[in-house]
């Protein structure tokens, strides 16, 4: 069975920084491509960074490229997103999500998902 756990969401002052960590069991994480999505209150969860098994090629949202970084440690089966610069409008529940498939992976449908973490940004 597939689980994965994110951790690291805090209340956090603007400007600020944090790491999220989402640790994979049941997964192949060398062979998965993985994603992180935030979901504001009342509004429709949204792809935030994802980065492939092959090769670790990312990419980012508009919203957070220059900020957010996704890494990927696959002797640990975690995968990371450092914040950094938090605005209050990062403040979301965040998720980590997987998938094998390349299609779904192109097209941002994953297959597992974890339980979320909050991160709320102070103004």
């Known amino acids: 069975q597939v689980q994965l756990v994110e951790s690291g969401g805090e209340l956090v002052a603007a400007g600020g920084s944090l790491r999220l960590s989402c640790a994979a069991s049941?997964?192949?994480?060398?062979?998965?491509?993985m994603a992180w999505f935030g979901q504001a209150s009342g509004k429709e969860r949204e792809f935030v960074a994802s980065?492939?098994?092959?090769?670790?090629?990312?990419y980012s949202a508009d919203s957070v490229k220059g900020r957010f970084t996704i890494t990927r440690d696959n002797a640990k089966n975690t995968v990371y997103l450092q914040m950094n610069s938090l605005k209050p409008e990062d403040t979301a529940v965040y998720y980590c999500?997987?998938?094998?498939?390349?299609?779904?992976?192109?097209?941002?449908?994953?297959?597992?998902w974890g339980q979320g973490t909050q991160v709320t940004v102070s103004s």
């Open positions: 999500a997987a998938t094998y498939s390349y299609t779904s992976y192109v097209r941002g449908n994953y297959e597992y």
């Open positions: 049941g997964l192949t994480l060398s062979r998965s491509h």
């Open positions: 980065i492939s098994w092959s090769q670790g090629i990312t």
